[in-house]
């Protein structure tokens, strides 16, 4: 299931709206085939594994790192495939919730006569495909946010001036986690303070990211970089609002939301955005933006870059909360992994949900 993994993380950049998926097939510790599912429309990955097997597979074991499907979507079911060739044992790391398959993949298997067995390195292969697995799971694509900040918790100076923060090493790993996102999630006030890209930069294919804007009065400036450049924006404002006609001439997708006193209703955009296959998106905005998220319950991951500075007092920090009124109110959240880059530390947290 590790190598079923591995070959699964190929498909990182290039599955959605798809999950990425891999395949070993073997016999006994003999591996006879292996496969993963490249982009959506192709070969599954248990189908790629067993072309890749020259000779018969027949009473041999398929590691999966989801259930195989039981459904004709863009490419026929898998289970039959796997039926077909024998396989006498299905070994898979977590059941897959699409409605289209839910269950029904290892039932048919079992109900013809294959041993199948579920949850071998379930954690590692949840991590791979949040954002599929929680869309399908709840209506809403899985949401990182990403901020880097000072060792005094600061993501900018009081100026706003925040260029640059975090170091070249950091930089290049935020791009491999914006190359893994279906959205790039940022607010008018980065747009117009910044004037941002957000593009994936990293080597090899990669689909790149659609880049969302929460720009409740369609104040998107037409000539923006985000419009410049082959990959899709979507700007997402007021429905009570005219969209500027500027704005769709410069290409920009427009998409009326409801827009309360906090501006773009943001479960609301959330939910559009899962409706349009979008797995996971990645946050990166002003503390307006991120804390409006947090405080909605919005976000399952935070992205932290912290650099060895200290930026003074007056700038913002990542989340903007206003000040609370007793310890009884922090935010708790868990710290998953931290790793060094260069002089910066990554911490990875998600919400504590215990508290
Ligand atoms: C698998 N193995 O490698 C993948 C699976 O439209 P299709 O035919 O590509 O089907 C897409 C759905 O199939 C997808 O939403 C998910 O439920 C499942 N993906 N299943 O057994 C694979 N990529
Ligand atoms: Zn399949």
Redesign the pocket.
């Known amino acids: 299931m590790a190598e079923a993994l591995r070959l699964a993380r190929k498909g990182l950049y290039t ?1 959605d709206p ?2 990425r ?1 891999g395949c070993v097939i073997a016999d006994g510790a003999q591996v006879s085939g292996r496969g993963w ?1 490249q982009r ?2 192709g070969p ?3 189908i790629a594994a067993l072309r890749d097997a020259n000779h018969s597979v027949r009473g041999q074991t398929a590691y ?1 790192t ?4 039981s ?1 004709h ?3 026929p079911p ?1 289970v039959g495939a796997l039926l077909e060739a024998g396989i006498a044992r299905v070994v898979v790391a977590v059941p ?1 919730p ?1 409605p ?2 839910a269950g029904e ?1 290892l039932g048919q298997l079992r109900e013809s006569g294959v041993d199948v067995q579920t949850g071998l390195m379930a954690n590692e292969a949840e991590a791979l495909n949040c954002g ?1 697995l929680t869309r399908m799971r709840t209506g809403r694509p899985w949401v990182r946010v990403k901020s880097a900040i000072s060792l005094d918790g600061r993501t900018a100076l009081r100026s706003g001036e925040s260029q640059w923060i975090s170091g070249e090493a950091s930089r290049r790993d935020v791009q491999h986690w914006r190359a893994r996102s279906s959205v790039i999630l940022t607010g008018i006030g980065t747009v117009l303070a910044d004037d941002p890209s957000l593009l994936a930069r990293v080597e090899g294919p990669v689909s790149q990211p659609l880049r969302v804007v929460a720009d409740s009065r369609w104040r998107t400036p037409p000539t923006s970089r985000l419009l410049d450049d082959p990959a899709q924006t979507l700007v997402a404002g007021d429905r009570e609002l005219p969209v500027p006609a500027a704005l769709k001439a410069a290409g920009a997708a427009c998409l009326p939301v409801t827009v309360g006193a906090g501006g773009v209703d943001l479960a609301e955009l959330l939910e559009a955005l899962a409706q349009r296959e979008i797995n996971e998106v990645q946050v990166e905005a002003g503390a307006q933006l991120c804390g409006s998220l947090l405080a909605a319950g919005l976000v399952d991951e935070i992205l932290i870059y912290q650099a060895p500075m200290l930026l003074g007092d007056g700038g913002p920090g990542p989340f903007a909360m206003g000040p609370l009124e007793s310890m009884a109110e922090r935010t708790h959240l868990k710290v998953l992994e931290t790793t060094h880059f260069g002089d910066d530390l990554r911490i990875r947290l998600i919400p504590d949900t215990r508290h």
């Open positions: 599955t798809n999950p998926v599912h959506a429309g599954h990955a248990e999966v989801l259930e195989p499907c459904h979507g863009r490419t898998c897959d699409n289209a398959v993949g599929f």
